[in-house]
């Protein structure tokens, strides 16, 4: 190693003199400007925390409370009820009017599910498309009620869309579900060739799903009637 000779070592310590005037300069001139800005951030995180624990979290589980009896008034099939309440507990409806997503993404799959079983089909699509759950099984099933509701509405196109993101959001049988309804739609937009395709996939990828058992009489139909 190169031996440190005495000019150097003052040069050194010059300039280390001259970084810590600096420093000092800079907090003596910006002092308060910075213990500003210190202050600010702090008071910011404070009022984070406090909204958090003192609103957020008390919001959120009077959310979970008033989803208990919509739950179960789901469950049961009531989605009267579930979606609107009665005198003493309130529906999916006003739950998401009060707390919105503070009640979960569930809420939104609830509310639209209700929505399309009891016809009122615009508005399930658009509540049903809030939905972002994590939960790929839920995520699907939000999607093809979308297509459901479009169908309903007589918008197959639409409808066939909605069925085909429900059939690739999931790795499993209920895929074969979602391109069954996908083919129905297509057959009623007059779309054979495209209804066909969906039926066998059905066949070819998912052979033991419940819809292939009777696939082949789909498949027949419209290679006879071609």
Same mark, same amino acid.
Not at 4 to 21: H, L, P, Y
Not at 171 to 198: H, M, Q, R, V
């Given at each position: 190693?190169?031996?440190?000779?005495?000019?150097?070592?003052?040069?050194?310590?010059?300039?280390?003199?001259?970084?810590?005037?600096?420093?000092?300069?800079?907090?003596?001139?910006?002092?308060?400007?910075?213990?500003?800005?210190?202050?600010?951030?702090?008071?910011?995180?404070?009022?984070?925390?406090?909204?958090?624990?003192?609103?957020?979290?008390?919001?959120?589980?009077?959310?979970?409370?008033?989803?208990?009896?919509? /739950?179960?008034?789901?469950?049961? =099939?009531? !989605? @009267?009820? &579930?979606?609107?309440?009665? $005198? %003493?507990? *309130?529906?999916? +409806?006003?739950?998401?009017?009060?707390?919105?997503?503070?009640?979960?993404?569930?809420?939104?799959?609830?509310?639209?599910?209700?929505?399309?079983?009891?016809?009122?089909?615009?508005?399930?699509?658009?509540?049903?498309?809030?939905?972002?759950?994590?939960?790929?099984?839920?995520?699907?099933?939000?999607?093809?009620?979308?297509?459901?509701?479009?169908?309903?509405?007589? /918008?197959?196109?639409?409808?066939? =869309?909605? !069925? @085909?993101? &429900?059939?690739?959001?999931? $790795? %499993?049988? *209920?895929?074969? +579900?979602?391109?069954?309804?996908?083919?129905?739609?297509?057959?009623?937009?007059?779309?054979?060739?495209?209804?066909?395709?969906?039926?066998?996939?059905?066949?070819?990828?998912?052979?033991?799903?419940?819809?292939?058992?009777?696939?082949?009489?789909?498949?027949?139909?419209?290679?006879?009637?071609?």
């Amino acid at each position: 190693m190169a031996k440190i000779t005495k000019t150097e070592e003052e040069v050194r310590q010059q300039n280390m003199a001259e970084a810590v005037s600096k420093t000092e300069q800079f907090f003596k001139e910006n002092g308060k400007l910075i213990y500003g800005c210190v202050i600010a951030v702090l008071v910011i995180a404070i009022c984070i925390l406090a909204y958090n624990r003192f609103y957020l979290q008390p919001k959120k589980a009077q959310a979970t409370d008033q989803m208990v009896r919509a /739950e179960q008034w789901f469950q049961a =099939g009531e !989605y @009267e009820l &579930a979606l609107n309440g009665d $005198d %003493n507990d *309130l529906g999916f +409806a006003d739950i998401v009017k009060q707390y919105g997503s503070k009640a979960g993404e569930a809420v939104y799959l609830y509310t639209g599910i209700c929505q399309l079983q009891t016809g009122a089909y615009e508005d399930a699509i658009a509540t049903l498309k809030k939905y972002d759950g994590e939960d790929t099984i839920l995520l699907s099933r939000a999607q093809a009620c979308i297509g459901d509701a479009y169908v309903e509405l007589e /918008e197959y196109g639409k409808a066939i =869309g909605y !069925y @085909e993101k &429900a059939a690739s959001t999931v $790795d %499993n049988a *209920l895929a074969a +579900a979602y391109l069954l309804k996908a083919g129905i739609a297509a057959e009623a937009n007059g779309d054979t060739a495209k209804a066909l395709s969906f039926y066998k996939t059905i066949k070819d990828q998912w052979g033991n799903a419940p819809e292939a058992m009777e696939i082949d009489k789909y498949i027949t139909r419209i290679e006879t009637a071609e």
